[in-house]
C-alpha cells in the first residue's frame, strides 16, 4: 500500500469512527500534544504501560517494521 492509498484509508477509517476516547488517543498519539479542547485525553493521562505501548509502535513503524493492512487481514480473514 503507497502513502496515497494509507493516507485515505486512514481517512476513511476516522471518518467511520464513533469511540471518541481512541480519536482522541490517536490525536495525543499523532501530535504529542493535548487534545485541543482541553477536555481530552492527555498523553499524561494514558496508562504507563499504553504510553509505552505506543512508543514502541511509533519507533518500529520509523524502522519501517510494519505489516501492510492486506496481509494482515489475510491473515486473520479466517476469524472476520
Do not use: C, F
Amino acid at each position: 500500500m503507497g502513502t496515497l492509498e494509507l493516507r485515505s484509508e486512514l481517512i476513511s477509517l476516522i471518518e467511520s469512527m464513533e469511540n471518541e476516547i481512541l480519536m482522541k488517543a490517536i490525536y495525543v498519539m499523532i501530535t504529542h500534544k493535548p487534545v485541543p479542547s482541553g477536555k481530552g485525553l492527555k498523553w499524561d493521562e494514558l496508562p504507563t504501560a499504553l504510553q509505552k505501548e505506543i512508543e514502541e509502535g511509533l519507533e518500529q513503524a520509523e524502522n519501517g517494521e510494519i505489516i501492510e493492512h492486506d496481509e494482515v487481514m489475510k491473515n486473520y480473514q479466517k476469524w472476520l
